[in-house]
């Protein structure tokens, strides 16, 4: 996909797994006017450690760069050097300017995988909020009512469940609708959940004689199980500073549901050339897993590069067909010690039962024979002990 | 009243005709750490033009001063300086550094007819606001919910009818209650529309580490009519700087229950007296009439000095003894003219018929004479004429 797309075509390749898009015609004509655009987003100023899921917005970003646009990578220190005030979550005391300039390289690093730095501005909001006067914000307050705040979803639930909310908790969509107008934003994307602050920004921006932003929403990814979002605290994510070995890995073992979810919102495949890959599928002229295969290595090439992806793909394949992993855990084992111990130390089980039936049912080799003795010893010095078709482990005797 | 007064003495005094005072208790002992007291009145830096109901709340500040505590006569040029931000109300723009500090200037030549200036502090919020960082404003709105501002009574209304309300209303009340911690206000005085904001005030000073201001909020007082509040719109006040003959007359004209309503709320008889001056009049040892040129007389003094109460008080006895007042409305009128064409001119009476009657019924003297004759002609020369008991003209004819 060139930047010699028409706007029209940059509009259809760009609303692809939009939740919100506000509107299709406008960024037409934003786009029309041959400038390369101001695509805003906005992160927190904490600590990053970013999961596949926080790409989805990134994706988005980068097919902007790839259409000729900029983006402003706003990082909103200015609330991170507030904390939260009302001192009830502990979790979220102010940030020193130290540990935000450090998140901020952390940050760097990060999506820099994703985003092309020659086309990235990285903004700090604290540039416009610490210099305003108070007066400013009272004004910059008084162009939005409190009944329109009460219409945010959990903002109307906290209402009227009669759960507090402080006036400051108004305050912070309004801190960040103004950071559209300060950035003159053209565009504003952002998670789902984020549409009603980036509908601020949009009011905003006409209230101070601009003209409105385009809203585009992306949805929550899901994660590895297929069913729920991609989360930290769920254990169902591949962090973006994962081995090649574990990314690969965990993207072969989506279901092909989910595999299609993950090329809209992940892959730099244009639409045209991903509704091919499902046309072929569907043929039966690429097996699903092969399709599955080309996104791991898409996935693993973005963080670690080509080679690495390659390499990451052709262990899987020989693990796969067979062959042991160039590298896996190692353990010490006494002499003497029969290889159904052995197997439970290695973890490559969970009980004694489970390694009886394995050997049993032979599914245990040891340096690529098969075992089938339940009482077998390990001679002493190391060897490859293989557990069903995946599981490896190394066992040093004596 | 001295200052040696016992805090439990000042307390029964000061609480004469407040509505809301919380709490006696406190204000005793606040008072009884021997240091003078931090009372607190915030005003408009719109232009004042005050009338006697804007002099109940000076009147309370007064007695503090008189109890020897300091007056902080608070101007709020922070707000004034935004005007009004949604820009409906046209009658609110925003005011200059000049237009300010010259009302200021009128204020202190007002109100210091009623308070000491040298136990007066006059502020104003600019200084703290101007120079607060928009982070603290924030913390500040972080100390307040909107559940809890919602429960303001003209919040309440205006949010269950669907009349917007602008966010930044919510932190006009906020920066109000700042106020209070920015001067340490041991004491807040209002009216009692102001209860909420005030009771705001002695929340924030609590969040801030701060012991909790009394508040004391006072009635609006009644208009000369007796029903209505005192207003300008409704047109039954009395304008400070009004002349003292006006001030005595419109005084004199209340009825007795309003005069002991404006007694308890403007006199500065101690409530002892007061009691006393009602047991009198009670008892027949003292006319009401009497009663009521004795406030009259304070009300005058205290705007104009005692001798032009002493003045006015004559003036007025000698008026309604029958003699004619030293200053009337002169009217010129044509050689020839009729008397009863002469009053109709000099607004004495609303018509010819008016006159015909008033003549006809004995009511009209021309030179202390009485004319009954409604073809009466005036001869050249000036004239005092007299319509009824009260009314009186010069006519100048020829």
Do not use: C
């Amino acid at each position: 996909m060139s930047d010699r797309a028409t706007p029209a075509e940059q509009v259809k390749e760009l609303s692809r797994g939009t939740v919100d898009f506000l509107t299709p015609e406008e960024l037409e004509k934003k786009i029309g006017k041959g400038k390369p655009l101001n695509v805003k987003a906005g992160f927190d100023p904490t600590a990053p450690d970013l999961h596949l899921g926080h790409t989805v917005v990134l994706q988005k970003m980068r097919r902007f760069q790839q259409f000729g646009h900029h983006i402003q990578f706003l990082i909103g220190d200015f609330t991170g050097r507030i904390g939260d005030p009302t001192g009830k979550n502990e979790t979220r005391p102010p940030l020193s300017d130290e540990q935000i300039n450090a998140n901020a390289e952390t940050y760097k690093a990060q999506v820099f995988k994703i985003l092309d730095p020659e086309k990235t501005e990285v903004m700090f909001n604290a540039a416009w909020f610490s210099k305003m006067p108070v007066a400013d914000f009272i004004k910059l307050a008084s162009k939005y009512t409190v009944a329109r705040m009460l219409e945010r979803d959990d903002f109307e639930k906290r209402y009227k469940s009669g759960t507090p909310i402080s006036i400051h908790e108004f305050l912070y969509p309004l801190a960040q609708g103004y950071d559209s107008v300060a950035m003159k934003a053209d565009v504003e994307l952002g998670g789902s959940d984020q549409k009603f602050n980036l509908l601020v920004g949009r009011g905003l921006q006409k209230e101070y004689g601009q003209e409105s932003q385009v809203v585009m929403t992306m949805p929550l990814l899901v994660g590895l199980d297929g069913q729920k979002k991609m989360s930290k605290s769920l254990g169902n994510y591949i962090g973006i500073t994962e081995p090649p070995k574990e990314m690969f890995g965990k993207t072969l073992s989506i279901s092909d549901a989910t595999m299609w979810t993950w090329y809209e919102l992940l892959s730099d495949l244009s639409t045209a050339d991903l509704v091919r890959k499902k046309e072929e599928v569907t043929a039966g002229r690429l097996h699903p897993k092969q399709a599955k295969v080309d996104l791991a290595k898409e996935i693993v090439a973005r963080f670690h590069g080509a080679a690495a992806a390659r390499a990451a793909a052709e262990e899987f394949e020989r693990v796969a067909q067979g062959g042991a992993p160039d590298s896996m855990p190692e353990f010490r084992i006494a002499a003497g010690t029969k290889v159904l111990d052995g197997l439970v130390a290695a973890k490559l089980v969970g009980s004694k039962g489970e390694a009886r039936r394995l050997i049993e049912q032979g599914g245990l080799s040891v340096d690529d024979a098969k075992v089938s003795d339940i009482a077998f010893v390990l001679a002493p010095g190391a060897h490859v002990v293989r557990a069903g078709k995946h599981k490896f482990a190394r066992l040093v005797v004596g």
